[in-house]
């Protein structure tokens, strides 16, 4: 052994007194660390030794699970009676600081440390009489600083604008003040780019009552701030497209058999005040939901949750606020916690379709109407060709009668598609074929050879097309063999509307007088085929004519359709 081992070394040394008597452990190792040079009163009593009766001992001997060497951090020693102890060791050079631990509360110190270091935290404190903040590891890199160095506060809130400081004051203030911790977000510049901080903290009372101190974590929120407004701003688009659209939207809870209704439109929907409440999939089926619409309705929810897809269903549901049947679409999605376990809630979106629907039905009436009304417009005009054709003498009577039946007969068309309603008023029709023919003194006074009489009474298409056509013929007829065809005939036009049918009989009358002596005709011509076939034909109407030599009349009795309603577009 060394003649160096066992002699004090700090024998001459005026400090000898000061490190036997330091309140905690002290130990010099040798050059190659293998043995104890020399050991204070402090680390005697921890370990059990007698004083003096470390000096000299290997270094192994107090080692009870470290024998490659001693280190810095917590190791486990061994006694003079051969238990073992947990001490903290901390060395410089050959030095080493020795003290006694818990092992517990250490291993709760590391615990949280690699806690704090896992969910993103930095520790911090700072210090009132200096001023200084130091900063863990993690701090320090959350606040782009360098590890190991404390940080003036006075620097540090250079990265904060002046209102924010000045909201952080009072913050931090009424906290210390009452006596709690605190926390905020805040915004702050660091390495030239603005980042969110929560800051968390807690005031250490000095012996005045004022704040000596304060420690706390820090935590860079940035990414899961954006996130979130990322979310809400998504959040936020849905909830513009829901209304715009007009969309409700909805939570069923499965199992409790509750639904959330998200925004105001599911309301609207179902007649329901916010005060209502809303309802459950039960109440739906069996109140809320048309009986011939809940096997249908069913059956689509089983088919969902079984086939694990879409829920589109459709159906009428009678509207709380005013007991109206409204026709909804519903579309969802069942939500599960695992593909095998049973759905928790169903999300989805529903829609009043009432109007589309009406408007769906109109649409198709009308097609239906546009087609009959060409089918029978076409049969019209070749009615017109071929009757034309056999009565007249020479090619220009055809062109002349045929033309002026196709004018008829486009007027009558013009007439009807100026109204909303497609209707003809019987006034109209007559005075655009007879006015040509009156005569209307320079003052403006009654016309004197045409007369017309009756209520006002607005033709259905269906009727107004062979009536336009007849009046026209009866009309040409007037004009070329009858009372117009001279200067003193005259034409008298009377109607009522008689009561009977779904919407009521007109009574139609013409009446000729002061043209040339009437014959009845010798061959019967495309007016008279017109007037019989037609008007019996496609209007159902009765009537009778009379060719009495002071002037040819006639009289027709035909219902009036009733319209459809869901062909007005204004209803």
């Known amino acids: 052994m060394d003649e160096s081992v066992g002699q004090d070394p700090a024998a001459d040394d005026p400090y000898r007194a000061g490190f036997d008597d330091a309140a905690i452990g002290l130990v010099v190792l040798s050059a190659d660390e293998a043995a104890i040079v020399a050991a204070n009163r402090v680390l005697h009593d921890l370990l059990g030794w007698a004083p003096g009766l470390l000096a000299g001992r290997a270094t192994a001997d107090l080692l009870a699970d470290r024998p490659e060497g001693l280190g810095d951090g917590i190791q486990a020693w061994r006694r003079a009676d051969g238990t073992v102890l947990d001490v903290r060791v901390r060395r410089s050079g ?13 291993a709760h110190s590391e615990a949280n440390r690699e806690a704090l270091e896992t969910a993103g935290l930095g520790e911090w404190r700072w210090d009132r009489a200096t001023g200084l903040l ?34 952080l004051a009072a913050t931090v203030t009424e906290a210390c003040r009452a006596g709690q911790s605190y926390h905020f977000d805040t915004p702050v510049t660091v390495a030239g ?12 009372p000095g012996r005045d009552g004022e704040p000596a101190s304060m420690v706390g974590v820090v935590q860079d929120i940035t990414t899961r701030v954006e996130a979130r407004d990322e979310i809400l701003s998504r959040d936020q688009r849905l909830r513009v497209a829901t209304t715009i659209a007009k969309l409700g939207i909805f939570e069923w809870h499965m199992l409790e058999d509750q639904a959330i209704w998200e925004n105001e439109h599911m309301y609207e929907i179902f007649g329901h005040a916010p005060e209502d409440g809303t309802i459950g999939k039960n109440e739906f089926l069996n109140d809320i939901l048309h009986p011939d619409d809940r096997a249908a309705v069913r059956h689509a929810i089983s088919k969902a949750l079984r086939e694990d897809g879409i829920l589109q269903i459709g159906g009428r549901i009678r509207r709380k606020s005013d007991g109206a ?33 009406i408007a769906e039905e109109r649409q198709s009436l009308l097609i ?4 009959h009304r060409v089918k029978n417009t076409l049969a019209t005009v070749q009615a017109i060709v071929g009757s034309t054709a056999r009565t007249a003498s020479s090619i220009e009577d055809f062109y002349e009668a045929f033309v002026g039946r196709i004018k008829s007969l486009a007027h009558t068309h013009a007439v009807l598609t100026e109204d909303t309603w497609q209707t003809a008023s019987l006034a109209n ?10 005569e209307v003194s320079v003052e403006g006074g009654a016309e004197g050879r045409i007369s017309l009489e009756g209520p006002p009474i607005d033709l259905p298409s269906e009727i107004a097309v062979p009536i336009g056509m007849a009046i026209h013929e009866l009309t040409t007829n007037a004009a070329k063999y009858g009372a117009l065809s001279n200067r003193t005939g005259r034409v008298a036009v009377t109607w009522s509307l008689e009561a009977g049918g779904a919407a009521g009989i007109l009574r139609f009358h013409w009446r000729e007088s002061g043209g040339p002596p009437v014959r009845p005709p010798s061959r ?7 007037l019989q076939r037609v008007l019996i034909t496609q209007v159902q109407a009765e009537v009778e004519t009379d060719y009495d030599p002071e002037g040819f009349s006639l009289t027709m009795r035909a219902p009036i359709p009733p319209r459809n309603d869901s062909l007005n577009p204004l209803a």
């Open 524 to 530: 019967q011509g495309f007016g008279s085929r017109l």
């Open 134 to 167: 130091t900063l863990s590891r993690r701090a320090a890199r959350i606040l782009g600083r360098q590890p190991g160095r404390s940080v003036p506060w006075d620097e540090l809130k250079s990265g904060l604008s002046d209102p924010e400081l000045a909201r």
């Open 325 to 357: 049947w409204r026709t909804i679409d519903m579309a969802g999605r069942f939500e599960r916690d695992a593909p095998s376990r049973l759905p928790r809630r169903l999300i989805g979106v529903v829609a009043d379709v009432t109007d589309r629907r």
């Open 429 to 438: 029709l007559l005075l655009s074929e007879l006015k040509p023919y009156a």
């Open 193 to 204: 780019r603005t980042v969110i901080l929560r800051v968390r903290g807690q005031a250490v």
């Open 368 to 371: 239906r109407e546009l087609h």
């Open 94 to 106: 050959r030095t080493l600081v020795v003290e006694a631990v818990d092992a517990d509360a250490a």
